[in-house]
């Protein structure tokens, strides 16, 4: 079906940015959302952003004004931009991306989640 591979994580100092990137292949026929979920110890998943086909985006209130939300359409990948990060933003991002797949001449809904990358935010 459709694969997702994220990268981009990793140890990164208050008020550091960070770019998050999730690449999606495979017999891919369209792409609608494009999200970044989190999770962080001991919480439940969360909404983080969110791109549509059209490239409108919503943000959780947490990520407004520091977080950009993107995606390429050529590369069918979504990116993560965040700024000014804070050690609540301390979490596993997960990526999750809702489309089309191509099977076997028919054309199948799927929604496909990555495994996630660690984001680490200490001093």
């Known amino acids: 079906q459709v694969q997702l591979v994220e990268s981009g994580g990793g140890l990164v100092q208050p008020g550091g940015s960070l770019r998050l990137s999730c690449a999606a292949s495979?017999?891919?026929?369209?792409?609608?959302?494009m999200g970044w979920y989190r999770q962080a110890p001991g919480n439940q998943r969360e909404l983080v952003a969110i791109?549509?086909?059209?490239?409108?985006?919503e943000y959780a209130d947490s990520a407004k004004g520091r977080f950009t939300i993107s995606r390429d359409n050529a590369k069918n990948t979504a990116y993560l931009q965040m700024n000014s990060l804070k050690p609540e933003d301390t979490a596993v991002y997960i990526c999750?991306?809702?489309?089309?797949?191509?099977?076997?001449?028919?054309?199948?809904?799927?929604?496909?989640w990555g495994q996630g990358t660690q984001v680490t935010v200490s001093s």
């Open positions: 999750n991306v809702h489309g089309f797949y191509h099977d076997y001449g028919r054309v199948r809904l799927f929604n496909s």
């Open positions: 495979g017999s891919i026929f369209s792409i609608n959302n």
């Open positions: 791109i549509i086909s059209s490239g409108g985006t």
